[in-house]
């Protein structure tokens, strides 16, 4: 499993409303799914924005079941919240929820039914995530700044998986 050492985060835009992100883990499928969805393990590997902190981190993956994360910054005074549905769970294969993301004015800032599917590669995994949106506009305004910090995240998780 070596060989995912210098797995890095790889961004594709297949379509004018979809983004997909693939990685790859050295880890077994259940290893890397069940740091994505027990939330004990998702706290150690996740990182909030720069000077943000998490605050609650829920995921009932199972169908109608609710995934709920937010962060504050360090004043306290702003929040940025994650809240979204499962509607397909196939344990180890395949994940698939909604996922709407407010300020703490309230503001949806963005919005999306992201599907992750968990693959046998090389004696490890590949974690596909598409996320499809409601047009070009919202795709193009989450695409620039989520690769740097999903990899940060990612990082840990390999770290995490190496520990397990």
Same mark, same amino acid.
Do not use: Y
């Given at each position: 499993?070596? #060989?995912f050492a210098a ?7 297949? &379509? ?5 992100? !693939?990685?790859?883990?050295? =880890?077994?499928?259940? %290893? ?7 939330? &004990? ?33 360090? =004043? ?15 344990? %180890? ?11 703490? #004015?309230?503001?949806?800032?963005? #919005? ?12 490890? !995994?590949?974690?596909?995530? !598409?996320?499809?949106? %409601? ?5 193009? #305004? &989450? ?15 390999d770290a995490l998986?190496?520990?397990?």
């Open positions: 499993m070596d #060989s797995a890095k985060l790889h961004v594709a835009l297949p &379509a004018a409303t979809s983004l997909v992100l !693939t990685r790859s883990f050295g =880890a077994p499928r259940r %290893a890397v799914w069940n740091a994505m969805t027990d939330p &004990a393990l998702m706290r150690q590997w996740m990182v909030p924005p720069p000077g943000w902190s998490m605050t609650a981190c829920e995921c009932d993956a199972r169908v109608a079941g609710v995934l709920r994360l937010a962060w504050k910054n360090q =004043a306290g005074d702003e929040t940025l919240a994650l809240l979204g549905v499962f509607t397909e769970v196939r344990a %180890a294969e395949r994940l698939v929820h909604t996922e709407v993301m407010t300020l703490s #004015s309230g503001e949806v800032i963005g #919005s999306q039914l992201e599907t992750h599917e968990f693959l046998d590669v090389d004696g490890g !995994t590949q974690l596909r995530i !598409t996320q499809l949106f %409601a047009s070009q506009e919202a795709r193009d #305004s &989450a695409a620039p700044s989520m690769q740097e910090p999903m990899e940060a995240g990612f990082a840990n998780l998986l190496a520990r397990r």
